[in-house]
């Protein structure tokens, strides 16, 4: 007797249904990739990608060979406490004469590169020509030079500014770089805990005594807040390191609301001319 043939059963409905909406998802999604990557070209175009710091066109983001090769990232060896960096490396732990003779009142310093051409360009660009854009690159430059500062830490406060600047700046520089250091790192920021009570003068040319009583008693924590800073660890963010009177005065007023410690992260610091460590 002749076999007969099995009936070949129809794929159900709902399948046919997820299987094309699968399908549809897949092409869409392809679409609008190629589109994207239409209009990124059709943009690197139209509006070339110009170096960070001198504005000339460079192929991809960041700086041009020129300005990269003048921009001096600080890496180990280098001071344990105020991380000044060492033309050879002495040991682990070694500090240097300043943190010697002037302990600062923060635990330790950071910085990504050195206060120099480059550097310098950069900061003021952020800081006094809304090239907020500089931020990102910068941020991540600092979350890299931090490493070693957020495993402790609880929060970040960017150094605050009077609201009379803020109001005719219309953004705080150390705010924008907090911000991208906390999404490399996922350490919060914290805006409201540290305060600029009063008005200061423009730091620059002040010498190193003057730029201290310029800023002398001008942040402060609200009584309302001193229980969100004690027993805390902060990194304090700013762009540059000179004297250090500004992260003095900062860190000083969260020591005084019983912060448990504090340490500083900055873009770039002034690093004078080479001293041997102790």
């Not at 869409?28 to 990557?37: M, P």
């Not at 999404?183 to 620059?204: C, F, K, N, S």
Request: charged share 20%; hydrophobic share 45%.
């Amino acid at each position: 007797m002749a076999m007969q043939p099995v009936p070949t059963q129809p794929l159900p409905l709902p399948r046919i249904r997820v299987h094309l909406h699968a399908t549809l998802r897949n092409v869409w999604a392809a679409c609008c990739k190629a589109g994207q990557h239409t209009a990124r070209l059709a943009l690197d175009v139209a509006l070339p990608t110009q170096c960070l710091a001198c504005r000339e066109p460079v192929a991809g983001e960041g700086l041009c060979p020129a300005c990269w090769s003048k921009l001096s990232f600080i890496a180990p060896p280098y001071c344990a406490r105020l991380g000044i960096p060492f033309v050879y490396d002495p040991g682990p732990g070694v500090l240097s004469m300043e943190a010697i003779a002037a302990p600062p009142a923060y635990h330790r310093a950071r910085a990504a590169v050195r206060y120099d051409e480059v550097a310098k360009t950069l900061v003021h660009a952020l800081k006094y020509e809304d090239r907020t854009d500089l931020a990102p690159t910068m941020g991540r430059w600092m979350a890299r030079a931090g490493t070693e500062l957020f495993a402790e830490a609880d929060a970040l406060i960017p150094v605050p500014l009077h609201w009379k600047r803020g109001w005719a700046r219309r953004y705080n520089q150390s705010a924008a770089l907090a911000a991208v250091i906390s999404r490399v790192t996922g350490i919060a920021v914290e805006t409201d805990l540290l305060r600029r009570i009063r008005p200061t003068p423009q730091q620059v040319g002040l010498s190193r005594a003057e730029r201290a009583r310029n800023v002398q008693g001008a942040f402060a924590v609200e009584a309302d807040q001193r229980a969100a800073v004690k027993g805390r660890h902060f990194i304090l963010i700013d762009d540059v390191l000179t004297s250090g009177a500004t992260t003095q005065a900062c860190t000083r007023a969260l020591l005084r609301a019983k912060a448990a410690s504090v340490d500083v992260l900055v873009f770039a610091r002034v690093v004078e001319p080479f001293r041997p460590p102790i």
